[in-house]
């Protein structure tokens, strides 16, 4: 099975999306929404996992049906204890001493195959102990030495925590502004208008399901702009949008007010810690009502407008007409130049992913921004688990660019597979470096996922002895 959205594998399981999601939190597996996609391991491990538990779980009703009509003599043979390790085939036949051959030979006239030294569930094990008399005890596998490994990616980000110590080497960048906001108030009609393109009409039913980044140019300074997608179902996309970003932009309809996916939005602007703009959109609207919209910032968000004595910075505008868009543009450059936005200009070189996809033509790309230092084609980089040698940089207008300084929104291509839409983008010297890093990750996350595994096999024990 491939990887698979919260939901697909909540069918797969048989389970309720909610329950489902309170189990992977218990497990450690952070997902966002039921949209969030799993990883094809973890997919396969929980499969693994719960189809075990619900068959443990019938089996122990079965065995407890019979307890008492079995012989109580028998039970008295000492239990033989196994570990986890001991679950393949060739380990457990030495464990419970019976020839392996033996095992292989019996469940063959039983029409069942096994084959030697094959990994055993545990409900398998406990059928092949049944077929001999066999009690079994489960016990923890001891714990075996581990050399610790230090986690490659946070050794890079110090890197950069260590050179951003140094404000006089850092050097101004464009700011990164997130759009974000209720479903259909308007939020790619403003980024449409201010880059005069029509993106918001070609949108599958007018509706953003991804998040896309573009660079425009007002009175020669650059801002590049997110967009992000104000459907319920697309939280995650908002949270990472407000992460990349230095300033939010908080699109309010006129005739709408402060909507569910506004409180989201301003929450996770909030958590970001990134100032808030509001635009209040379709002024243009008979019915739009802009006082009403400033009241429900006040009572909704706690926003108090400058002009009520408060500090929030409110525009009304009609992104349709382009009304009061310049004045958009203006407070967005002011509150840009109050944060004295910053960067480190050469190298070293990191991004921030947007989003990840398998392109038909390019394979494995990530839209980034660039954060810090100028990203070339050429460059080997790593992302979480994956990594790859820059093969072209694509800019928000579809050129092909050599290099992408900080702030620029690129897509790069040349991973060598699908990076993880939350991972920080790093230039490294070499392949081998790039390889290195990223299998430490992946052993690391290994290492994660067999003691999530260790304790949820605990707990199936617990719950059958
Ligand atoms: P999602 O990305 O799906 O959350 O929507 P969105 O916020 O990007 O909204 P979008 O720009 O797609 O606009 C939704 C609808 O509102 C479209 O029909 C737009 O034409 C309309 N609209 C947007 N801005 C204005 C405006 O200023 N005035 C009027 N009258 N309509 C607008
Ligand atoms: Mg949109």
Request: net charge negative.
């Amino acid at each position: 099975m491939g990887r698979l959205r919260v939901y697909e594998l909540a069918k797969q399981l048989d389970m309720d999306t909610k329950e489902l999601m309170h189990e992977l939190e218990e497990l450690g597996i952070e997902v966002k929404s039921h949209m969030s996609f799993i990883d094809e391991e973890t997919v396969n491990i929980l499969l693994d996992i719960y189809k075990q538990t619900l068959d443990e779980e019938e089996e122990l009703v079965e065995a407890t049906k019979k307890e008492s009509t079995k012989e109580k003599a028998e039970a008295k043979k000492p239990p033989v204890h196994i570990t986890e390790e001991d679950l393949r085939l060739d380990k457990f036949a030495e464990k419970i001493k019976v020839p392996q051959n033996r095992i292989i030979q019996d469940f063959f006239m039983r029409g069942e195959v096994l084959k030697p030294g094959q990994p055993l569930s545990i409900s398998l094990a406990k059928k092949i102990a049944k077929l001999y008399d066999v009690r079994l005890t489960f016990e923890e596998a001891e714990p075996k030495e581990q050399v610790v490994i230090e986690n490659p990616l946070e050794e890079l980000k110090r890197k950069f925590e260590e050179l951003y110590k140094d404000k006089d080497k850092l050097v101004p960048r464009p700011p990164v502004v997130t759009v974000m906001g209720h479903v259909d108030h308007g939020k790619t009609t403003l980024l449409d208008y201010i880059r005069k393109t029509r993106i918001a009409e070609k949108e599958e039913g007018g509706i953003t399901q991804s998040i896309g980044a573009y660079q425009v140019e007002v009175d020669g300074k650059k801002i590049t702009f997110i967009d992000t997608p104000g459907h319920e179902v697309f939280t995650e996309m908002r949270a990472r949008g407000a992460q990349a970003t230095d300033i939010v932009v908080l699109v309010v309809a006129a005739d709408d007010g402060v909507m569910p996916q506004t409180i989201e939005a301003y929450n996770h602007a909030k958590s970001a810690n990134v100032p808030i703009i509001v635009a209040i959109n379709k002024i243009d609207k008979p019915n739009a009502n802009v006082e009403l919209t400033k009241q429900d910032l006040v009572t909704k968000l706690n926003l108090i407008p400058e002009e009520w004595g408060g500090d929030t910075i409110v525009v009304p505008i009609s992104a349709r007409n382009g009304t009061n868009v310049d004045t958009l543009l203006e407070m967005i450059l002011l509150v840009a130049e109050m944060q004295d936005i910053r960067c480190i200009p050469d190298e070293p070189v990191r991004a921030v992913t947007i989003e990840t996809k398998l392109d038909k033509g390019y394979g494995p790309v990530a839209n980034a921004i660039v954060k810090d230092g100028v990203l070339k084609v050429g460059d080997y980089v790593v992302a979480g688990k994956s990594y790859g040698k820059v093969k072209a940089l694509i800019d928000d207008k579809g050129r092909r660019i050599k290099e992408a300084t900080p702030s620029t929104p690129v897509m790069i291509v040349g991973f060598e597979e699908l990076p993880d839409p939350h991972s920080i983008i790093y230039v490294v010297e070499s392949k081998e470096k790039a390889v290195e890093i990223v299998e430490k990750v992946k052993e690391l996350e290994a290492r994660e996922l067999r003691k999530k595994r260790q304790i949820k096999l605990e707990e199936i024990l617990k719950k059958m002895q």
